[in-house]
């Protein structure tokens, strides 16, 4: 009998986590050559366990998830969604954005990804990282489960997008496309990510860490460029920040525990991002609550 899909991903002779972060040749050609096989693999793995975590909407905190729906379903509500964002430093909102009840369901689905022993590929450029993984179907060697895939893509058309618009309303024609890593940091192993903006329009964090997992340091330090403040903050299980990509900050030592994050960008064809300090037009509500029909440009900024 021929091996199976997963089988045979599970066994394929694999680069070396160095080289992948190294970005060595033969690490591109090897997820080029095995695409396909990756692919299948994930499907077999998805239909395998019924025990498995769904990841629905039950997932997102019941404020957050019931204002969301509203917009959707009438515009003229979204002022119930910016509600819940709390500006904390100029141009970064804080809010709760998963249930901490709920939150273990995702937690353990990422756990049995890592347990399924299908490639993936580390996020570039966040060397210390140890066990992060690529979420979107534009990276190499991302996580290509459909369960996943469908509750990342409602993640960014549904929730990221809207609350994005309505945060920062230059980025409207700047958000047609997608990109996702998660991250974990340890103590003891992992240092920090050293000041940086990103090659996005908007970029939102979210902290996966449950109810009782503490950790200490860690926090995300922030650089207002206008005053020159300089914050640091840590966000509580389920919670998010989003910010403009432009915004400067680093995240600081890990002394203690793990700290497991999600990071979503949104941007323009191509990378394209909007102008730091321009225009902000108006536009109407009924404008912002829309999935843009630009297909998926292939671009990867990392």
Known sequence: MA???????????????????????????????????????WKEWDGRDSQRPILDRSLYDPKLRDAVEQAWKDPGKEIAVKELWKEVLPNVYEAQFFDPDRLSALRDYLANVADADIPLRPPYGISLNRGGAMLDS???????APSFQAFYRDL????????????????????????????????DADTSLR???????????????????DFSGSGVRFFDPKTRQVAELSFAPG?????????????????????????LWLYGDRGQVPRVGGAQDAIPA?????????????????
């Open 195 to 213: 000041a940086h903006t990103d090659a996005s329009s908007v970029t939102l964090n979210l902290n996966l860490n449950l109810p009782g997992e």
């Open 3 to 41: 091996q199976n899909s997963l089988a045979r991903a599970r066994s394929v002779q694999r680069p070396t986590r160095q080289e992948m972060l190294q970005r060595a040749p033969s690490v591109q050609h090897f997820w080029e050559q095995n695409k396909d096989l990756f692919q299948d693999a």
């Open 239 to 263: 919670t998010a920040l989003i910010h403009h990509g432009s915004v400067p900050h680093e995240s600081m030592p890990i002394t203690k525990g793990e700290r497991s994050n999600i990071v």
């Open 286 to 302: 009924k404008e912002r609550w829309t999935v843009p029909p630009t297909l998926n440009d292939g671009f990867a900024p990392f």
């Open 156 to 187: 960014m058309n549904v929730y990221m997008r809207p609350i994005s618009r309505l945060l920062f309303p230059d980025t409207i024609g700047y958000d047609t496309q997608t990109f996702g890593f998660s991250i974990q940091w340890q103590a």
């Open 138 to 144: 534009r990276s190499a060697g991302y996580i290509a």
